[in-house]
């Protein structure tokens, strides 16, 4: 089978296309025939060595697939082969085929395809976590949310409008401002030339937001939780920027506010419920027409310069491998 190969760290232009044997699932796996892989920020981190935890070398870059079952392992009693399924593992998912634990994969949802369905799960079950589960977000609220044109981004401003939240977008161009307010947003900010913490207090009528969820950090995290209300809340989870920000303690005493963070990795085992909730609200507004924002779609071979862009900030929503392209 064909598969990206990251043989060294570093930048993901030096990730390879290799051939290799066919893969075989162990006890409590599945063997996944991949037909598309989604591009994640932290596929970049992980290349280079920069993410929470290391990929030994060599290894199969990618986390987040949708395909068929195509062998299950001993113990393992379904989903039958011939079933599409979409999952998310901590690497292997650039390839023709991955191996998967049973409990990694789920369903798809009725009315994504594949390319879709890849794209799907995880900006879409972080934007929602991020919105409802830890940030509270209730109809009617504004909601500031920071890389409103990225993959965590444009699903929080979809979700939140579908949800009734009222969106500010923040992004660093008028093009990428144009994708949120197109996915709903009612403002926008051009955090690269315009005053976040006042921009954001004038275009909510003066109050501030009552919820921040922030995918970028750096600079931009201690501005946006100075434009929340009193009372407001801000939800960290991530750091694309690649500044970890540091926010004074006493402006969270002043404010009354909540710094909440949310991790989708340890989601499944500390909060199933949660989970399943999510993923019958993601479902019924897939049902009503909801689709993750899918910019590029590229075929297995070109997956190091779909990488790059994303690590050079030049994509918008999703980019999508196609492993049945070439
Ligand atoms: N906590 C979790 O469970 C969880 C789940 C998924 C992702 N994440 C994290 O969330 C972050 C965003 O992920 P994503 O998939 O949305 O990434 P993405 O699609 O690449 O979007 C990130 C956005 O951040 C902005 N940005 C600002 N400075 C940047 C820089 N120096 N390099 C790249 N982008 C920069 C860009 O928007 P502008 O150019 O408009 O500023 C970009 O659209 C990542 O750190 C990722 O690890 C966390």
């Not at 989903?79 to 593992?89: L, N, R, S």
């Amino acid at each position: 089978m064909r598969t990206a190969r990251c043989t060294s760290y570093g930048p993901p232009g030096g990730i390879e296309i290799a051939e290799t044997d066919d893969l075989t699932p162990g006890p409590g796996e599945v063997l996944v025939e991949v037909h598309a892989a989604a591009v994640n920020y932290p596929d970049v981190l992980v290349a280079a060595d920069r993410y929470q935890i290391s990929a030994p070398l060599p290894f199969t870059p990618g986390s987040e697939f949708a395909g068929v079952v195509a062998a299950r392992g001993a113990g393992v009693s379904g989903p039958p082969e011939g079933t599409a399924v979409a999952g998310a593992v901590f690497t292997g998912a650039f390839a023709e085929q991955v191996v998967a634990p049973v409990a990694a994969l789920r369903p798809i949802p009725d009315g994504l395809d594949m390319v879709h369905a890849a794209a799907f799960h995880v900006t879409y079950q972080t934007a929602y976590h991020a919105l409802v589960t830890v940030g509270g977000a209730t109809a009617g609220e504004w909601a500031a949310v920071l890389g409103a044109a990225g993959g965590v981004g444009s699903a929080a401003v979809d979700v939140a409008t579908r949800l009734g939240v009222r969106v500010v977008a923040a992004a660093s161009s008028k093009e990428r401002l144009d994708v949120a307010l197109g996915l709903g947003a009612e403002r926008g900010i051009d955090y690269t030339k315009e005053e976040l913490k006042v921009r954001v207090r004038e275009l909510t009528g003066g109050g501030g937001a009552h919820l921040v969820i922030d995918p970028v950090g750096g600079d931009h995290a201690e501005a946006a939780f100075r434009a929340l209300c009193r009372g407001g809340r801000f939800v960290t989870v991530g750091y694309a920027d690649g500044r970890i920000p540091r926010i004074p303690l006493n402006l969270v005493l002043l404010k009354n506010a909540t710094v909440r963070g949310f991790e989708a990795r340890m989601m499944r085992e500390e909060a199933p419920e949660a989970v399943a909730a999510a993923q019958r609200a993601l479902a019924a507004m897939v049902r009503d027409g909801m689709r993750p924002l899918v910019s590029r779609v590229h075929p297995l071979s070109e997956v190091a310069s779909a990488l790059t862009a994303v690590a050079e900030r030049r994509t918008t929503g999703k980019v999508v491998l196609d492993m049945t392209r070439t």
